[in-house]
């Protein structure tokens, strides 16, 4: 994906150094680590700025894909970064399962308890997680629990929006610059429809599939027997083949869809957030 406009490099630069100021000055940090662009750079900074005394902690949870978990280690292995996973159990709370629209929420309210638990038992100063500027602007329940938990937000200090933290990514040689926007599996689910380890697991299945196709930006989106495929406007085309769609077909049918779909609109983030307006 190419990058847009960007800040002058003294802007960058200064805001990176805000950002190593702003780590510095806590001491001790635990990251909470998903692997992608955002909690990757804020782990590749605290690491750089504290070394030892960053931990970088990934949630193991059913709605985190295989494929993360593997990146995110990969990451912190070549970098040498301490990266530990701890266990979550949203999915034994009935407030996550039932996925209203708050349903984000009771996540991050998990994993910040396990985190804040963990950072006392191990005498880390603070939980630092990587949302960015431009996340302020979007609905994400999450931030609550962010904020009733004191997990302090870096980039956000620092005044970094997505952009820029590609950008710092890429001028620092992190393989993530790059890395398509992610989000855990659950997300996938329309609110009102109940979230279960069985239908986050077909969707994985599913977006295995179709990255083993060659795509690189998409979404399944489970809507119970039909399946509403989203792919990046600028691999639409491709997606459009009539082999493609044979393709899509023989990869959905026997998880149990009964339609399968593809959305025109192509993928946007966060768009089952469009049926709460």
Known sequence: MGLVTLADSRTLESKQEALFNAVAQIGSVIIAYSGGADSAYLTWAAHRVLGDRALAITA???SLPESHKRDAEEFARTWGI??????????????YLKNSRDRCF???DELFTVLDELAKQRNFAHVIYGVNVDDLGDYRPGQRAAKIHRVKAPLVDAGLTKTEIRELSRRAGLTTWDRP??????????????VTIENVKTVEKGEEAIRALGFRQFRV??????????????????????????????????LGFHYVTLDLEGYRQGSLNEALQ
């Open 181 to 194: 926007a992610s989000a855990c599996l659950s997300s996938r689910i329309p609110y009102g429809t109940a």
């Open 221 to 254: 989106r489970f809507h119970g027997d039909l399946v509403r495929i989203e792919i990046a406007p600028e691999e639409l085309p491709q997606a459009l083949h009539a082999e493609t769609a044979r393709s899509f077909t023989a990869i959905f049918k026997p």
């Open 106 to 108: 009771h996540c991050k």
């Open 82 to 95: 301490r990266h530990e996973y701890v266990a979550t159990r949203e999915f034994e709370n009935p407030d």
């Open 60 to 62: 193991d949870s059913p």
